[in-house]
Nanobody, 123 residues
Framework: VQLQASGGGLVQAGGSLRLSCAAT????????MGWFRQAPGKEREFVSA????????DYADSVKGRFTISRDNAKNTMYLQMNSLKPEDTAVYYC?????????????????WGQGTLVTVSS
């Protein structure tokens, strides 16, 4: 499975961005998917995850109410709508796929990773 993350960029605080993660495999629709991020000098952290059907989602406390995860299995694509962005959201955002199992907050549960897309939020 190859994952291609896109949609990052530079935005002012309070602004919005939508990240996309396109997968190459048809079996994308059976994978739980997640978004993680890594800020400079910090460890990678969980942002959000979605079940294979899209019916179940989870968010880190720091992004609840501001970010929305979704997926379109017909397009083999996952999204992360990010609103009310803050400077502390600045990071490289990675998408990940979990082949077996439910959605997870743990990075080591995921089997495939995209290359990351940089989000920079200016104050």
């Amino acid at each position: 499975v190859q994952l291609q993350a896109s949609g990052g960029g530079l935005v002012q605080a309070g602004g919005s961005l939508r990240l996309s993660c396109a997968a190459t495999r048809r079996k994308f629709s059976s994978y739980a998917m997640g978004w993680f991020r890594q800020a400079p000098g910090k460890e990678r952290e969980f942002v959000s995850a979605v079940s294979w059907s899209g019916a179940t989602t989870d968010y880190a406390d720091s992004v609840k109410g501001r970010f929305t995860i979704s997926r379109d299995n017909a397009k083999n694509t996952m999204y992360l709508q990010m609103n009310s962005l803050k400077p502390e959201d600045t990071a490289v955002y990675y998408c990940a796929a979990r082949v077996w199992g439910e959605l997870s907050l743990l990075s080591y549960d995921y089997d495939y990773w995209g290359q990351g897309t940089l989000v920079t939020v200016s104050s």
